[in-house]
């Protein structure tokens, strides 16, 4: 149980196009998922938490209007890069929570690259 | 503050040998829970234990085992009689009651030789 699956895995795309990347949780509903960054031989990076219909939180220094996040239900959250540039080119991974849940349940990751 | 230290960058061992990553955290809540995670190179990150701040029992599973210390704010972990296919990177993690965030270290890169 508690799978959660990304979509694409892999992603290559030009300068200034819009990316998104989907996170679905299979087999539970999902009250909260959280989006993470992470560039090659680093750590892990929250860039915001989404609650199922409502407005996500972002981390402090990332940019709302480029990563654009939408978790219209309990099992699906998007993740939207908009004009996308080199420098977004990183590792993305999203986890799903239950409600106080105290664990989070990770997807494959998405790998964006961006020419 | 929550913040997570694994201080070890890279650990390079030989088949057979044990390895211990350390993994010191900083918290002050009194609810929190611990993780490990094993990262290999296809990118997905694997579950290996959850321990809430209640437990301090040490626990094995096959040839991984956990230390966790409250005096000492440490959850370190030992892979006995590593294998090539150990090698990977390992983050701890620290969980937040507050908000249920995760925050974690910098990571380890295990790397066993044959």
Partial sequence: ?115 | AQKVTQAQTEISVVEKEDVTLDCVYETRDTTYYLFWYKQPPSGELVFLIRRNSFDEQNEISGRYSWNFQKSTSSFNFTITASQVVDSAVYFCALWRSNDYKLSFGAGTTVTVRA
């Fill in chain 1, 1 to 115: 149980g508690a799978v959660v699956s990304q979509h694409p895995s892999r992603v290559i795309c030009k300068s200034g196009t819009s990316v998104k990347i989907e996170c679905r949780s299979l087999d539970f509903q999902a009250t909260t998922m959280f989006w993470y960054r992470q560039f090659p031989k680093q750590s892990l990076m929250l860039m915001a938490t989404s609650n199922e219909g409502s407005k996500a939180t972002y981390e402090q220094g990332v940019e709302k209007d480029k990563f654009l996040i939408n978790h219209a239900s309990l099992t699906l959250s998007t993740l939207t890069v908009t004009s996308a540039h080199p420098e977004d080119s990183s590792f993305y991974i999203c986890s799903a929570g239950t409600s106080g849940g105290d664990t989070q349940y990770f997807g494959p990751g998405t790998r964006l690259t961006v020419l």
